[in-house]
């Protein structure tokens, strides 16, 4: 069983538009790896050259922002869902020293 | 030699482009709210005219007559709006007395058309978005801005849609509701409902969020709170500023306008400092600033001040970037604290604040404390909305409040018990 992953609008040029797709389960570094192997270049939009969540995009594990679990180190179950959002309004930055 | 080109104003007036403050990448207006290279936010830039005191002086006394320098229509003025702004700035002196303070001012924003701030970003907004082609006003709110958005659009004639928590304050749902529009609350936090929203605003093409996928132009609205107060005090800018942090934008906005100001030649360019507020019971920015961090580390909110409580600041990092810059600070204060706060600006000076306004007061007091705020210099606090709508915070001034007879002698009884427990400041 895999997970389903949302795609915002500002990245649905990677996926052919559609606004969600599935990748296998694993942790949340893993699931963003699946996803940059189907579509490549969108795994740099949500990491940063560091490695990191980049500074303003949430990314929510069912309903958990992973900022609040083990960031990319969260484990995304099968049949599990995650969100990828632009955080403008509610915006956040990787936890500190993480 | 070519003459300077004097730039004309377009659809949105003197905003030229959009550009990321993160990464510098530039878009065209109305194309997005989030950077296409890196999900940064995007900020209005401007290619502005030469602009004088006097032409603003001779402006409308709303938000308005610094209408060049917002993202807003030639025409704004003319068009159904709430006209918010040009508040009273307040000379505080008791209230400076009583904190040993030399000059103390409060930028009330009780009088916007909706009792808060938020009447200035949202006419903003709405003005932007009216003109880029959306047809619904929406926003995930703490309250206050659901009550502008609600009045705003009722004033304007199109539709609106506002999302709450569920466990608001009863004055701030009802002060929504009677504008009419489509009224959601959500079981969750802000934060709940703030993702909520942006993930709505990603499906409604012609839904503006305000505080989402208008938010450059929305956000622009805070700095006319920056440029009255400058404008009041007689093109000046105060020594120092105390500012409630929620979402933080406020703050990053009023920091901005001054530095416009000073960028035009209509104030002068005086060091001046920052200081954010918040309440213990949120807050990550103060817990950032205090930490050393130049990022923010999201909580789960627990306060009596509800219009601040954000967990996940979209401002946060550039809070900390004009604080460090200015040589300001980030602190906050808890709930006693903040209702002592509202009580004493209310017994002090006539102004019964919101408990957002007991947060900034409450800060300040802090600092003062501290020796981090200077009692010497000139210091502007903002009151950012009524205490009309947050009464629960202050419910115990009231209690055992006995009534009495309609007679002489019942009242020499009472004034007789009151002996010795004079009413006066805290």
């Known amino acids: 069983m895999s997970v389903s992953v949302r795609i915002p609008t500002i990245l649905r040029t990677y996926t052919g538009g559609s606004a969600e797709v599935t990748a296998e389960p694993g942790t949340l570094r893993e699931v963003i790896a699946g996803l940059d192997a189907a579509y490549p270049g969108i795994g740099g939009r949500i990491i940063d050259d560091t490695g990191n969540l980049r500074r303003f995009v949430n990314v929510y594990v069912g309903e958990e922002d992973v900022r609040f679990a083990e960031g990319l180190d969260t484990q995304v179950a099968a049949g599990s869902r995650v969100s990828v959002i632009p955080a403008v309004a509610g915006g956040a930055d990787r936890p500190a020293g993480r | ?426």
């Open chain 2, 1 to 426: 030699m070519n003459a300077p080109k004097i730039p004309a104003p377009s659809r949105l007036g003197y905003a030229s482009h959009l550009a990321c403050r993160e990464c510098g990448a530039t878009t065209e207006l109305g194309s997005g709210h989030a950077c296409a290279k890196c999900f940064g936010p995007l900020e209005v830039a401007y290619d502005l005219p030469p602009l004088t005191r006097e032409s603003i002086e001779a402006g409308p006394p709303s938000i308005w007559r610094y209408a060049s320098l917002l993202p807003v229509p030639p025409a704004v003025a003319s068009t159904p709006n709430t006209e918010p702004g040009w508040t009273r700035l307040v000379r505080a002196d008791h209230l400076a007395t009583e904190l040993g303070m030399r000059a103390l001012w409060v930028k009330d924003e009780r009088g916007n058309p909706t009792h808060s701030f938020k009447d200035r970003v949202v006419a903003v907004a709405l003005a932007a978005a009216v003109e880029l082609g959306y047809k619904v006003l929406a926003c995930p709110s703490t309250g206050n801005l659901a009550n502008a958005v609600a009045a705003a659009a009722a004033r304007a004639g199109i539709r609106s849609v506002v999302m709450i928590p569920s466990d608001l304050e009863q004055q701030k749902i009802i002060g929504s509701a009677v504008f009419g529009g489509t009224l959601v609350a959500v079981r969750g936090s802000y934060d709940d409902v703030n993702r909520l929203a942006s993930e709505l605003a990603d499906d409604r093409e012609d839904w503006a969020f305000v505080n989402v996928n208008v938010r450059p132009y929305y956000a622009e609205g805070s700095k006319t709170i920056g440029f009255e107060i400058a404008e009041q005090l007689g093109w000046r800018l105060p020594e120092q500023i105390v500012v409630p942090v929620a979402s933080g934008a406020q703050l990053v906005k009023v920091d901005k306008a001054f530095r416009e100001l000073v960028a035009l030649g209509l104030a002068e360019e005086t060091g001046y400092r920052v200081f954010g507020a918040q309440a213990s019971g949120c807050a990550p920015v103060a817990a950032a600033f205090r930490a050393g961090h130049d990022v923010v580390q999201p909580v789960r909110p627990s306060t009596i001040a509800k219009s601040l409580a954000i967990g996940n600041p979209a401002d946060g990092p550039y809070v900390l970037d004009v604080v460090r810059r200015t040589g300001g600070a980030v602190a906050d204060v808890a709930d006693e604290e903040i209702v002592d706060g509202m009580r004493l600006l209310a017994q002090t000076e006539g102004i019964f604040g919101e408990t957002a306004g007991g947060v900034t007061l409450g800060v300040l007091r802090r600092l003062l404390a501290d020796g981090v705020i200077d009692p010497d210099a000139e210091t502007v606090i903002i009151n950012s909305g009524e205490g009309l709508k947050t009464l629960d915070a202050v419910a115990g001034t009231a209690e055992g409040l006995d009534a009495i007879a309609p007679t002489l002698s019942a009242f020499a009884e009472l004034e007789s018990s009151l002996t010795g427990r004079e009413v006066g400041p805290l």
